[in-house]
């Protein structure tokens, strides 16, 4: 039931007899509304619409062709997605080709220039087209039932040919296929059934293949004939994601590779394939060097290694390109994102990160000229959002953090990365914890724009046991979420406080999974940091996070970070440490939410039991639960409804600015578990929300009676 119908009367029958009572209670559910939202009227008008924020991409791709001197994109209006076609010196008479039948994933260029590759969404997979932009036509070049077709890569030696995935024999199995642009046949390149991933030459020939061993190791194997499928080099099981092999050098003699083996950090690798001599190419003091790499998708050639200490650094592999990331930065006063680069390298695609949607500019080198030419999310435009500045909190150990903070310019007139005044602050905890990387991604950072937006200083704040900061800090982390890893966060927030950032009284923590979590921890073991926390598919017993899976490989992994349930000492480490073994001393109001179809923290197992337990205690909560979202929410209509409550929630207890719910808390599939008397206005426009789906309905039933009459 959502909540549009949990306040709605449940019969038709009594729907029609009580359609006056109705409107009785329409008018004073309304009047309480307009009463409870008067404090934010004024600030409302300046605020970030939550739909705009939350809008689709209007640009969710673009692809800047071989020879720089054109690029395709594909605008999104609506449910309508077309191809446009421009010259990069004249993106204003761009022409539009024709409109997609699907959601395009992904878009390329051939070598020759000629035609475009559009990955399309189809049921049950993904196919490739080949468009033609003089004729407008579009070749389905994979009509194969519920296939997942996808561009590995191109090549000068190949320029009408295409490298492509299919798993066309097994579901789980994406073979290595060759297809002619000219006639469209195929050829399997390499069966994939024992490797991982293999990379080929400029003529697309198998050169190194990926082996996954037993214990989750990778070793490398020569594919190239007559070699025997020697092993060439073996690397150590990485759980924490940063590693990755890259591909082949433009000679084709050397194998690239990201890998922490027998390091604390990762580091960018080449492998010389005839001698085996390594040879480290790039490596930070500070963090993992990120898997994956800026490379040229037309030459395959890699042009920089990158890692993320908060923002990101830059390790280019020629000085020419080293010329053009410092000339960047300087120009964006940021770090800068690439999205495509041209054949000879002279032209490129790039965008700032600095907190917002990825906004395309045309960068041509030889000139030194940057043109701005669109915004991914173009509904922002004309918006004024936050400033991201980066922060390094110094932990009471002696760890060295970095926090990127967000602010309105409203409140930081000088752009000095500091508010102009404490302001209310909200720690945002990412989950995982093994997710440090996405620092850039607009799905994450909306959020702390529109917290930012609010009037909140929003913080996002790094920890031990999250990766990309290497071995050491990573493991500092196991058997200690409840105890040091917590005390990063009070330290952050103490951070906060010392530097003025945060108005005393006025610090809130969220997050969602390992975030979520947090938020459960700090409420109940240091309820007096925090007025307030958002918990959203948080996980309220370790022990239950550990078992709830037979797999060896899950149980291992996750007694190894969290407690042996097995042993005595592991079961006293998981119950001191887990949330829902201490709900008594939970001290702080919590708004709690989670997904029906979450098979990573299941809601009848890790969130109901400590919303029940909260409240059998008679402690404040409000429980938001989405029946249709599985582990990180999908559906933009379920975000704008917990945010149009999250937004009253923190400025009942932070006193940030707030939109008023409007129409967002009836979208989606929202049901109010428990609580809505514990948010200013909740349970008043539910009932309204509730009350106008009866009328609705009490409408039809009188239209139908009319019409039989």
């Known amino acids: 039931m959502t909540v549009r119908d949990q306040f709605s009367l449940s019969h038709q029958q009594q729907e029609c007899r009580d359609i006056f009572s109705t409107r009785i209670v329409w008018s004073l559910a309304a009047c309480l509304v307009l009463a409870g939202v008067a404090g934010a009227a004024d600030d409302a008008a300046a605020l970030i619409p939550r739909s705009v924020l939350f809008s689709d991409a209007t640009h969710p791709v673009a692809a800047l ?41 992904q878009c390329w260029w051939n070598f020759g220039g000629d035609q475009l590759i559009v990955q399309l969404r189809a049921p049950g997979g993904a196919h490739l087209y080949a468009l033609q932009p003089e004729s407008a036509e579009l070749t389905n070049l994979t009509p194969i039932r519920r296939v997942i077709a996808k561009v590995v890569r191109v090549s000068s030696d190949l320029p009408n040919h295409i490298l492509v ?13 060759q297809i002619n642009l000219t006639n469209g046949e195929r050829t399997l390149v390499q069966e994939m059934s024992e490797y991982r991933q293999v990379h080929v030459d400029r003529r ?24 025997g499928a020697a092993l060439l080099k073996s690397l150590d099981r990485d759980a924490a994601h940063a590693q990755r092999v890259i591909g082949m050098d433009r000679s084709g003699s050397q194998l690239l590779y990201v890998d922490r083996t027998g390091r604390d950090k990762s580091a960018l690798q080449s492998l010389d394939l005839d001698s085996g001599d390594v040879t480290v190419l790039a490596e930070d003091p500070d963090v993992d060097i990120h898997p994956q790499t800026v490379v040229n998708r037309y030459t395959n050639e890699v042009l920089a290694a990158s890692c993320y200490f908060g923002d990101v650094r830059r390790f280019a592999l020629t000085p020419e390109v080293e010329a053009d990331f410092v000339f960047l930065k300087r120009h964006f006063s940021c770090g800068v994102g690439v999205a495509d680069i041209s054949a000879d390298g002279k032209t490129w695609l790039v965008g700032p990160f600095d907190g917002g949607p990825f906004r395309y500019h045309l960068y041509q080198k030889e000139s030194q000229q940057v043109t701005y030419l669109f915004s991914q999310f173009s509904e922002l435009d004309g918006h004024s959002l936050a400033n991201r500045s980066l922060h390094v909190v110094e ?16 409140f930081d ?37 529109l917290l930012a937006d609010r009037g909140y200083a929003s913080l996002r704040v790094e920890f031990r046991a ?10 500092k982390g196991d058997l200690q979420w409840g105890d040091e890893v917590q005390n990063d966060l009070i330290d952050i927030a103490r951070w906060a406080k010392q530097q003025k950032i945060a108005a005393p009284g006025k610090i809130g923590i969220w997050g969602w999974s390992f975030g979520g979590y947090s938020t459960m921890a700090a409420a109940a073991f240091n309820p007096e940091e925090f007025e307030c926390g958002m918990a959203l598919y948080g996980v309220s017993s370790l022990e239950q996070l550990v078992t709830q899976r037979s797999d060896d490989d899950w149980r291992t992994r996750w007694r190894r970070r969290l407690g042996d349930e097995r042993t005595p000492a592991g079961r006293a480490v998981l119950k001191r440490q887990s949330p829902i073994e201490h709900v008594a001393d939970v001290g702080i109001p919590l708004l709690i939410s989670c997904g029906g179809q979450d098979d990573l923290v299941p809601h009848h197992i890790q969130t109901e039991p400590f919303v029940n337990r909260l409240n059998q205690l008679g402690k404040p909560v409000t429980y938001l639960f989405y029946p249709d979202e599985p582990h990180d929410y999908q559906q933009r209509e379920n975000w704008l409804s917990f945010w149009s409550v999250a937004e009253r929630f923190l400025a009942d207890h932070l006193g940030g600015d707030f939109e008023p719910y409007g129409d967002d808390l009836g979208q989606g599939s929202l049901r109010i578990e428990c609580g809505a008397e514990n948010v200013s206005g909740l349970a008043e426009r539910a009932a309204m ?3 106008q789906a009866a009328e609705d309905r009490t409408r039809d039933c009188l239209n139908k009676t009319d019409g039989n009459s």
């Open 165 to 177: 995935t299919l798993n066309t024999r097994k579901r789980a199995v994406h073979d290595l296929w």
């Open 466 to 475: 999250a990766d990309g900061f290497g071995k050491e800090l990573m493991h």
């Open 65 to 105: 062709g071989p020879r720089g001197q054109q690029m395709a994109f594909i605008r999104k209006n609506g449910n309508e997605r077309s191809l446009w076609l421009a010259s990069v010196n004249a993106m204003s008479d761009a022409r539009q080709i024709r409109n997609l039948p699907g959601e395009p994933l």
């Open 395 to 410: 932990t009471r150990d002696g760890l060295r953090l970095p926090c990127h903070l967000y602010l309105s310019p409203r």
């Open 413 to 449: 007139r000088d752009n000095d990365g500091l508010p102009d005044r404490p302001l209310p602050t909200l720690l945002y905890v990412h989950g995982g914890p093994s997710i440090a990387y996405p620092w850039d991604g607009w799905l994450t950072n909306r959020f702390l724009q």
């Open 689 to 691: 929300i509730g009350n």
């Open 204 to 227: 697309f020939r198998p050169v190194v293949g990926e082996k996954m061993r037993t214990d989750q190791g990778i070793d490398l194997i020569d594919l190239r004939q007559g070699r």
